[in-house]
């Protein structure tokens, strides 16, 4: 990942608004939220992404899990930041209320099949991080780690499922979709029979 004001702008920003987020704690100990992030960054600047991109990759929770406004981004960032995190941020609320789970995943779901590709790469990214991280820590911890889930491991293998389905629709040779094909394969035998 290339170190250029705008990427390390970004990094300062997305600590500051995730300061205090933890990642899924395991048996070693809670990690900042930040490594999710810097996974994710690190996943589309191999791929070779432009600066605009990885900064979005850093940024792609901060609307969806912090009071960061769409605004606010365009105003630090640019307009094409802020349109790709928009892009990939769950919309949680409808009219103040709180919407289910299974119906914002939908959304999600849906916004995936149109959004640009650039924005389709960090979708990708951020799902082929939680899929190997939830991986990792099964083999670590065993069934302990699933009562941390907050949806049955069912709903999680629908979602991420249907995100792999557009990826390999959309961008069926890119290596982060082929990456996200072998994750997604042990992640459905190691969570299937749940």
């Not at 070693?28 to 690190?42: I, K, R």
């Not at 960032?77 to 928009?86: I, K, M, P």
Request: proline residues 3%.
């Amino acid at each position: 990942m290339n170190h250029t004001p705008q990427i390390k702008k970004a990094i300062q920003f997305a600590a500051r608004k995730h300061h205090g987020h933890l990642r899924v704690s395991n048996m070693e100990g809670p990690l900042p939220y930040v490594t999710h992030l810097f996974s994710v960054a690190l996943l589309v600047a191999e791929d070779g992404a432009h600066d605009d991109v990885v900064t979005a990759a850093l940024l792609h929770d901060t609307i969806e899990d912090t009071g960061t406004t769409r605004e606010e981004i365009a105003g630090t960032f640019n307009e094409g930041v802020a349109t790709l995190v928009e892009s990939v941020s769950e919309t949680k609320e409808k009219d103040g209320e709180k919407i289910e789970w299974r119906e914002y995943k939908e959304n999600y779901i849906a916004r995936m099949e149109h959004m640009s590709a650039d924005a389709l790469l960090i979708a990708i990214a951020d799902k082929v991080d939680n899929v190997e991280s939830w991986i990792e820590e099964y083999g670590k911890e065993g069934a302990a780690f699933l009562k941390r889930w907050k949806q049955p491991a069912e709903s999680y293998l629908w979602f991420y499922g249907e995100a792999l389905r557009v990826a390999q629709a959309r961008l069926p040779e890119h290596p982060l979709t082929q990456r996200y094909a072998e994750a997604y394969q042990i992640f459905a035998r190691s969570f299937g029979s749940r």
